[in-house]
């Protein structure tokens, strides 16, 4: 089976105040962080990194590593829109692990035990998500039985929806700390 990562980092940051994914922390940007944190996860056969707004600047603050960028055309509609895009960009992947390019401290780990929950769950279960202690949150892993309907989403959200009408299997992460996304300055702000 084969899992493709899919980094979300395509919207404007309109809460933010601006492109939230070139913000620096701890000397790099936002979005790097989460970037190298699927890299760093084995579990994840290949890396797709969903671009929008400012697009050329997220791609060159990114640099080379072991992924694709996709750029999509219309990261003005929101999330759902650069979800079909990653999720089209998997290929033939098996599964399709959603992160977010706004959550820098997200744990390998967590990538890691959501894959294994996805590669050994039941044929059943269509997706696999992460708990933060009572939180559902990222990472979300979709099962290629998801892709079509995930191409059928619009709007500024992403899956959640989808995944109210089909089996999910919850893994608990949250002893492995806060992958705190940032949606503020005041956000970020903590982070440091």
């Not at 980094?7 to 940007?29: H, S």
């Not at 977010?100 to 050994?120: F, K, N, Q, S, T």
């Not at 989403?153 to 992460?173: F, I, M, P």
Request: glycine share 12%.
């Amino acid at each position: 089976m084969s899992v493709c990562g899919i980094v979300l980092a395509g919207g404007a940051g309109m809460r933010f105040g601006g492109a939230k994914q070139l913000a620096e922390l701890d000397g790099r940007p936002l979005v790097a962080h989460a970037v190298a944190a699927a890299c760093a996860a084995p579990e994840l056969d290949r890396v797709v990194v969903v671009v929008g707004a400012r697009g050329d600047e997220v791609r060159a603050a990114l640099g080379d590593g072991r992924f694709d960028v996709v750029s999509c055309g219309e990261w003005e509609e929101g999330m759902s829109a650069s979800l079909r895009c990653g999720v089209a960009a998997a290929g033939d992947a098996d599964w399709a692990v959603v992160l977010l390019g706004d959550a820098p401290r997200m744990p390998v780990e967590a990538i890691a035990l959501v894959v294994e929950a996805a590669l050994e769950a039941p044929a059943e279960v269509a997706a696999v998500r992460a708990d933060w202690r009572g939180r559902p949150g990222h990472p979300v892993a979709l099962s290629r039985s998801l892709f079509e309907r995930v191409g059928e989403l619009r709007g500024d959200h992403g899956a959640r929806d989808l995944l109210d009408s089909v089996a999910v299997l919850e893994v608990e992460c949250g002893d492995l700390g806060d992958p705190g996304d940032v949606d503020t300055p005041d956000e970020l702000e903590a982070l440091r």
